[in-house]
């Protein structure tokens, strides 16, 4: 099976993405330019590479927002079902 890695939300130049397949703890992939960090949906924080600042206030904010919604999504991942789209920050 091909790596799949859906986009599950964009706002302010920021892609969300979750992939399937991927490692323990359940967590996203937060891009923005040539900046990538994973983030632990559990605890709401980056656990490797790194984002501005501002930018990093805003994925917590988002995230903090849609937690209920990304562990679900991390759930659908697990199970190779489709994952849905979440809400951008505004």
Same mark, same amino acid.
């Given at each position: 099976m091909t790596q799949?890695?859906?986009? $599950?939300?964009? #706002? #302010?130049g920021i892609v969300i993405k979750m992939f399937?397949?991927?490692h323990n703890p359940p967590? #996203?992939?937060?891009e923005y330019g040539e900046s990538l960090a994973l983030v632990d949906i559990l *605890?709401?924080?980056v656990f490797s590479g790194q984002l501005p600042p501002r930018v990093l206030g805003l994925v917590i904010e988002w995230a903090t927002k849609?937690? *209920?919604?990304?562990?679900a999504d991390w759930k659908r991942a697990r199970n190779q079902q489709e994952l849905l *789209? $979440?809400?951008p920050l505004e």
């Open positions: 799949r890695m859906p986009e $599950i939300s964009r #706002f #302010f399937y397949d991927d967590h #996203f992939h937060a *605890k709401l924080s849609h937690q *209920k919604e990304l562990l *789209k $979440i809400d």
